[in-house]
């Protein structure tokens, strides 16, 4: 079974910043995609931003100049630096990776617990 556990979540201040970790563990083979989503209250789950094995980032337009995803293939783990941070990025984040498992024969979705981002004064 494959896990992701977020981290460092919290409460900010607006123009704030924080840097949220996920690490991927288990019987992991590889791993093609990593990201991160957010839902915030009242609003639908949304993509963040994303990060391929080869390194490719993809962003949300909301965060683009202020988020910034990146990998650490050797602890497979991600990480997304969030800087400038505003009311509007307060949401649930969730972790997610597309991986294949030893034994699987193909890739899958996995998603982690979330964990809450506040931006407030």
């Known amino acids: 079974q494959v896990q992701l556990v977020e981290s460092g979540g919290g409460l900010v201040q607006p123009g704030g910043s924080l840097r949220l970790s996920c690490a991927a563990s288990?019987?992991?083979?590889?791993?093609?995609?990593m990201g991160w989503y957010r839902q915030a209250p009242g609003k639908e789950r949304e993509l963040v931003a994303t990060?391929?094995?080869?390194?490719?980032?993809n962003y949300a337009d909301s965060v683009k100049d202020r988020f910034t995803i990146s990998r650490d293939n050797a602890k497979n783990t991600i990480y997304l630096q969030m800087n400038s941070l505003k009311p509007e990025d307060t949401a649930v984040y969730y972790c997610?990776?597309?991986?294949?498992?030893?034994?699987?024969?193909?890739?899958?979705?996995?998603w982690g617990q979330g964990t809450q981002v506040t931006v407030s004064s």
């Open positions: 997610y990776g597309f991986i294949l498992r030893y034994g699987s024969m193909g890739l899958s979705n996995y």
């Open positions: 288990g019987s992991i083979f590889s791993i093609n995609v």
């Open positions: 990060i391929t094995s080869d390194l490719n980032t």
